[in-house]
């Protein structure tokens, strides 16, 4: 099973509570190998009061807060039973699961939160194997040989007519290959 991006609706204004509340419940519930990161969506917003500048954090998307997991009966059992959860976004009800977010949704979302899809410490590691899902390279497979952080870039080895040759990709471009 792969993990994917899912967004959970919540009751307006409490995302931080949820956020909290779930991630204590994967921990305590032993789920930290099916639920991983939850994002509340926020931007900087630079507003101008009374001639004074204020930078203010503000919820892209009030009510909702995304979450990084493998979609399991018992995961999807212990997000939906959160405190402050209504639900899922993406799922017809009637016991249903929902459908996970587009990774370029997904890379758009957080792209604008200056977080990446994947998780940087443990997925990008020099020698990990990838998976190339856009651009010129699309679907073929490499290995990282280096990761440049600050342009979100990577260096992949891939076999190219029997050769092994160096091409440099997006992060966004890229996925796990496990």
Known sequence: ??????????YSGHENKVKEKLEMRAESMDMQDYIFR????????????????????KKM???????EMVMTDEAWYVVRNTPGVTGFIGSSGKGAKPTPLQPYEVDK???NMGISRIDVETELAVGSKVKIIAGPFN?????????????Q??????D???QETSVEVEISQIENAG
């Open 160 to 162: 190219l007519f029997g």
């Open 153 to 158: 870039k990577v260096n992949l080895l891939v």
């Open 1 to 10: 099973m792969d993990k994917q991006w899912y967004v959970v609706n919540t």
């Open 38 to 57: 939850v994002v509340i969506p926020e931007e900087k917003v630079v507003e101008v009061k009374d001639g004074v500048t204020k930078e203010k954090v």
């Open 109 to 111: 979302i957080l792209g």
């Open 139 to 151: 679907g073929m497979f490499g290995k990282i040989d280096s990761v440049d952080l600050a342009n």
């Open 61 to 67: 998307f009030p009510g909702y807060i995304l979450v």
